[in-house]
Structures are given as structure tokens and as C-alpha cells.
């Protein structure tokens, strides 16, 4: 919502601020359609000879999220801290044993069924069950548990950040090119020197249309969009970085519900639940779960 009325402010202020005073739209408007083929068109270009077929993917699907914001909202935290809850409890009450028929085929687990959400994301399973799985194995050092799923946290995260990175150069990159639009109306313009005054005002002008449209786009959409990209990526990160303090928590002897109060500290604060919201959320499980 606040990135729909920011756009609309930006032309607002930016081409409202021209007309009143006293700029002629006409000679923006003219040159448009050309200068916008030579940035946006070399503009796509470089990004596509810069950015391989799985960012260029995740740029499309970073631009629904510069609108819709993180996917995760109050109500997915809880339902994490619940499926933390149902099976770190598993593991103390009945042992690691329990899990392996739930760890092993998530699809078809009573526990993992009840969160048809947290179910979508696979980097989210994965990475509950592979880390479940490894204390199935007996590997029990808190220590070694937490360096194994920080690692894959970071080759997530860095992964998650690439379309955000993608972005942002070619934020930088439309400066440069909207000069080379300028550059081009320059020659033309030099081309036709004899013309009088009037006409070639009326040139340079649609070439420095370019030089603006480069800025314009850069510092007013692009880079802002990339900017808000990267936040969102950052605002996901926190739902995985609960799962590794509710785990690490549990493996360091804690009770199940101990465990996730740890990882309900982590919950980012406009998302957070408070401790009797928790405390009826896991309450209002079947006890058959």
C-alpha cells in the first residue's frame, strides 16, 4: 500500500513541481518513447547478460513482495512455535525414534498436516526435518547442530538476497545508460547544427530527457525497489532463525515449552505474540497431535 502511494507521490511531486513551474510537458512526452527504448531496452539487456535464469526468476517474484511484504504474518509465527512445540515434545516424551516416520515423509505427517502453510515452504521443512534428522543420528552437540544449520542459513539467505542484488545494479547502472541516451541526442543534434535556435533547443532538450529518465528511474523506482526487496528478504530470515533457536534450545536440555518461549523472544515485534497468546495457541492443540 505505502509503495503504491509512493510512486504516486514521486510523479506527483516530480512532474507537478515542472508543470508549475512553467515546463513544457510536450518536449518530455515527444522524446519519451525513444530515450525510454535506448535505457529500459539496454537497461533489460544488461541485466540479462549479467544475472542468471534463476535470479532473474526470483526478481519476478521479489516484485509481488515489494508490494505484499514477508509472507509470513503473525498468525505463521504461531503456528511455527506450535509445530515446534508438537515436535520437540515428541522427541522428549516418546524419543527420537517418534519422529523418523514424521521427519522422514512431512507430506504425510499428522504433525506437519495441521501447518498447510509453513507445509509450502520447502527451505522451512527441509530444514526442520535435516536438522531433526541429524539428532536421530545421535549428533547431540548443541555446538555442532547450531555451526550445521547457521551455515545453511547463510547459503539460503545469501541466495534469497540475490534478486535484491540484481536490482540494485541495475539501479546503478541507469545513470550511465540515460547519459548514453544523451550522448546519442547530442550527435543527432550536432547533426543538424545549421537548423535555427528554436529547433535545436528543442533537441538538446528531448536529449537531456534521457539524462533525466536514467536518474529518474534509478533513484526513484529501481533502487528504492531493490532497497525494499532486500528488507523483505531480511524480514523472512527471522521466521528460519526460529527454528534454529527453538531447536538449539531443545538440544540443550530445555522442555518443550521452555524452548519455544526461547524462540518466541526471536519473533520480530510487530509480529510477536504475546506469552498467553502462546500459551492458548499450544493449548488449543488436540491432544491427539
Not at 527451505?123 to 545453511?152: G, S, W, Y
Amino acid at each position: 500500500m505505502f509503495q503504491i502511494i509512493g510512486l504516486v507521490l514521486l510523479f506527483g511531486m516530480v512532474f507537478g513541481s515542472y508543470i508549475l513551474a512553467g515546463g513544457n510537458m510536450g518536449v518530455i512526452l515527444h522524446a519519451l518513447p525513444h530515450e525510454m527504448m535506448a535505457i529500459g531496452g539496454s537497461g533489460i539487456a544488461a541485466f540479462l547478460i549479467s544475472n542468471s535464469m534463476s535470479t532473474i526468476k526470483g526478481v519476478g517474484g521479489g516484485m509481488g513482495k515489494v508490494f505484499g511484504g514477508p509472507k509470513w504474518k503473525a498468525s505463521d509465527y504461531r503456528d511455527l512455535l506450535a509445530l515446534l512445540f508438537l515436535l520437540t515434545k515428541t522427541m522428549k516424551s516418546k524419543g527420537v525414534i517418534a519422529l523418523e516416520s514424521h521427519i522422514e515423509n512431512p507430506k504425510e505427517s499428522t504433525i506437519f498436516s495441521r501447518f498447510p502453510k509453513i507445509m509450502k515452504d520447502h527451505f522451512a521443512i527441509d530444514f526442520i526435518c535435516d536438522t531433526l534428522r541429524m539428532m536421530t543420528m545421535n549428533l547431540e552437540d548443541p555446538h555442532q547442530v547450531e555451526d550445521a544449520m547457521e551455515k545453511q542459513l547463510e547459503k539460503h539467505h545469501h541466495e534469497a538476497l540475490a534478486p535484491s542484488h540484481a536490482m540494485q545494479n541495475l539501479a546503478d547502472a541507469l545513470p550511465a545508460l540515460g547519459i548514453v541516451a544523451a550522448v546519442l541526442g547530442v550527435i543527432k543534434t550536432m547533426g543538424s547544427i545549421t537548423e535555427p535556435p528554436e529547433v535545436l533547443g528543442g533537441m538538446i532538450g528531448g536529449a537531456l530527457v534521457g539524462t533525466f529518465l536514467g536518474v529518474f528511474l534509478a533513484y526513484g523506482m529501481v533502487g528504492p525497489m531493490a532497497t525494499r526487496m532486500k528488507e523483505v528478504v531480511e524480514e523472512e530470515g527471522a521466521f528460519y532463525r526460529i527454528i534454529q533457536a527453538v531447536l538449539v534450545a531443545h538440544l540443550h536440555g530445555n522442555a518443550a515449552q521452555i524452548s519455544v518461549e526461547i524462540g518466541r523472544g526471536n519473533v520480530p515485534s510487530d509480529s510477536q505474540p504475546s506469552f498467553l497468546e502462546l500459551e492458548e495457541a499450544l493449548s488449543n492443540i488436540p491432544t491427539e497431535a
